[in-house]
């Protein structure tokens, strides 16, 4: 029988009965296993630390948001914000589910191409969309969001041009009662700008006016400004409808709905806080519903929205490296990750669980990540289980953003691997090496001898 390692006695404040204004008793259950493989395993084989997704929680949580939206309007359209996580095997996930793909330059255009979406099929959003970027997607016969009036002059030449006739709608940017309200993307609504772009576009016969798009922020937590929203998205469209007799063919929402990740600061968890698909959907499609569009011009709602979608999907493992006493006495536990692959962690307080059983024992504990960086932190303060070094833990909802924002800094980006529907596990990224590093890299000859 294997010895027992040792545990300090500690008296515990029993707080039985009603929960206190912070809650109820903390209590972190274990993550031994995803998808009904254990997390040690994983360790064991692909290395620490190490990014984990769940196909099958992408597909029910894509299965989940189309439901909510397609039971309550009949044409609804999903593309994949590839900027929030474009990992191939993610992103082939969702267009397996019948996603488009939603891009915002013109690597992730070609990335997107490279993964067979057709063309058509890509919507292009951002600021910064070069020449060349234009003439594929015009060539290619992609939806084209114009961002500016410097884009569209630019459209408006392509056009002229080409054989081709670009497909364009424009981001528009309002005042939905939110701050900061974001208006550094687009054309605004509320100063004449949007009419202002849509009515160049009308007037240029070598320009396919098809859509309407906004995207409001990120992160929204609640559903009633994608009522303001969508009220002058249907407002724009009927006005366009009434002055050129001309129907949009779409409405793209955009994104921004808030995954169940708590904010740092939040009073209350994020899992208690954020709005369900059904809460978004009913507040954008009530709207659409009692817009005066006809019934045979009834436009597509598109939704690109992204954290969401995939967020719960992701967990990040690893390992304790080791404890410590900080200066006031407080317990820190230092893990073998970083904020170079958790860039989220400077805005959420992220869930961080043991991925083994543990006992009721816990101490006020400061969880640091390895880096030589104040900043380096996943939380400053929680109650935590006594976790020793060498204990597994794992981190989730974590699929939103960091793939896409990780940075090698001091130690190499690690594997990631995918669980599939049957519980079977594929490395979908490879774990860098220093000949990975070095293979960019050229070092002139008379630094070559020192």
Same mark, same amino acid.
């Given at each position: 029988?294997?010895?027992?390692?040792?545990?300090?006695?500690?008296?515990?404040?029993?707080?039985?009965?009603?929960?206190?204004?912070?809650?109820?008793?903390?209590?972190?259950?274990?993550?031994?296993?995803?998808?009904?493989?254990?997390?040690?395993?994983?360790?064991?084989?692909?290395?620490?630390?190490?990014?984990?997704?769940?196909?099958?929680?992408?597909?029910?949580?894509? *299965?989940?948001?189309?439901?909510?939206?397609?039971?309550?309007?009949?044409?609804?359209?999903?593309?994949?914000?590839?900027?929030?996580?474009?990992?191939?095997?993610? &992103?082939?996930?969702?267009?397996?589910?019948?996603?488009?793909?939603?891009?915002?330059?013109?690597?992730?255009?070609?990335?997107?191409?490279?993964?067979?979406?057709?063309?058509?099929?890509?919507?292009?959003?951002?600021?910064?969309?070069?020449?060349?970027?234009?003439?594929?997607?015009?060539?290619?016969?992609?939806?084209?969001?114009?961002?500016?009036?410097?884009?569209?002059?630019?459209?408006?030449?392509?056009?002229?041009?080409?054989?081709?006739?670009?497909?364009?709608?424009?981001?528009?940017?309002?005042?939905?009662?939110?701050?900061?309200?974001?208006?550094?993307?687009?054309?605004?609504?509320?100063?004449?700008?949007?009419?202002?772009?849509?009515?160049?576009?009308?007037? &240029?016969?070598?320009?396919?006016?098809?859509?309407?798009?906004?995207?409001?922020?990120?992160?929204?937590?609640?559903?009633?400004?994608?009522?303001?929203?969508?009220?002058?998205?249907?407002? @724009?469209?009927?006005?366009?409808?009434?002055?050129?007799?001309?129907?949009?063919?779409?409405?793209?929402?955009?994104?921004?709905?808030?995954?169940?990740?708590?904010? *740092?600061?939040?009073?209350?968890?994020?899992?208690?806080?954020?709005?369900?698909?059904?809460?978004?959907?009913?507040?954008?499609?009530?709207?659409?519903?009692?817009?005066?569009?006809?019934?045979?011009?009834?436009?597509?709602?598109?939704?690109?929205?992204?954290?969401?979608?995939?967020?719960?999907?992701?967990?990040?493992?690893?390992?304790?490296?080791?404890?410590?006493?900080?200066?006031?006495?407080?317990?820190?536990?230092?893990?073998?990750?970083?904020?170079?692959?958790?860039?989220?962690?400077?805005?959420?307080?992220?869930?961080?669980?043991?991925?083994?059983?543990?006992?009721?024992?816990?101490?006020?504990?400061?969880?640091?990540?390895?880096?030589?960086?104040?900043?380096?932190?996943?939380?400053?303060?929680?109650?935590?289980?006594? @976790?020793?070094?060498?204990?597994?833990?794992?981190?989730?909802?974590?699929?939103?953003?960091?793939?896409?924002?990780?940075?090698?800094?001091?130690?190499?980006?690690?594997?990631?691997?995918?669980?599939?529907?049957?519980?079977?596990?594929?490395?979908?990224?490879?774990?860098?090496?220093?000949?990975?590093?070095?293979?960019?890299?050229?070092?002139?000859?008379?630094?070559?001898?020192?």
């Amino acid at each position: 029988m294997n010895k027992k390692p040792f545990e300090r006695p500690v008296i515990k404040k029993v707080t039985a009965g009603m929960p206190s204004k912070f809650g109820l008793q903390v209590h972190h259950e274990p993550i031994t296993e995803i998808d009904g493989v254990p997390v040690q395993s994983l360790l064991d084989q692909f290395g620490s630390p190490l990014f984990i997704y769940s196909e099958k929680t992408i597909r029910n949580t894509y *299965k989940e948001a189309y439901r909510a939206f397609s039971s309550r309007y009949p044409n609804v359209l999903f593309s994949w914000s590839y900027k929030t996580n474009y990992l191939n095997a993610i &992103c082939n996930t969702f267009h397996q589910e019948g996603s488009w793909a939603e891009v915002v330059s013109g690597f992730e255009y070609k990335k997107a191409l490279a993964n067979g979406v057709k063309g058509d099929q890509i919507i292009f959003n951002g600021p910064q969309k070069t020449r060349n970027d234009l003439l594929l997607a015009v060539k290619n016969e992609s939806l084209i969001h114009i961002d500016h009036f410097d884009e569209l002059y630019e459209l408006i030449e392509i056009s002229k041009e080409s054989d081709f006739k670009p497909k364009v709608a424009i981001r528009i940017n309002m005042d939905i009662g939110i701050y900061p309200a974001w208006d550094r993307f687009g054309f605004n609504y509320e100063n004449g700008e949007a009419w202002d772009a849509l009515n160049r576009i009308m007037h &240029c016969k070598t320009l396919e006016l098809t859509g309407l798009h906004t995207h409001i922020g990120t992160y929204i937590m609640s559903a009633e400004p994608y009522k303001v929203a969508a009220t002058k998205m249907s407002d @724009l469209a009927l006005g366009l409808a009434r002055k050129y007799n001309h129907h949009i063919l779409y409405i793209d929402m955009g994104g921004g709905f808030a995954s169940k990740n708590t904010l *740092k600061g939040g009073y209350y968890p994020g899992t208690d806080t954020t709005p369900s698909f059904d809460d978004y959907a009913e507040a954008i499609v009530s709207v659409l519903m009692k817009a005066e569009f006809q019934p045979d011009h009834l436009p597509l709602l598109i939704l690109e929205t992204g954290r969401a979608l995939i967020d719960d999907a992701g967990y990040l493992a690893g390992t304790v490296v080791a404890n410590k006493r900080l200066a006031d006495g407080q317990r820190a536990s230092i893990l073998d990750a970083g904020v170079n692959l958790l860039f989220t962690s400077f805005w959420y307080d992220h869930d961080i669980r043991p991925a083994k059983p543990m006992s009721d024992q816990t101490e006020e504990t400061a969880i640091f990540f390895l880096f030589f960086m104040n900043i380096d932190v996943i939380r400053k303060n929680t109650i935590f289980p006594l @976790l020793k070094k060498g204990d597994p833990f794992v981190i989730q909802r974590v699929g939103a953003y960091n793939n896409t924002q990780w940075m090698q800094f001091i130690t190499m980006r690690p594997n990631v691997v995918l669980i599939d529907m049957n519980s079977d596990v594929h490395v979908i990224r490879k774990e860098e090496t220093v000949d990975t590093m070095n293979q960019l890299e050229a070092t002139p000859e008379h630094l070559k001898v020192f």
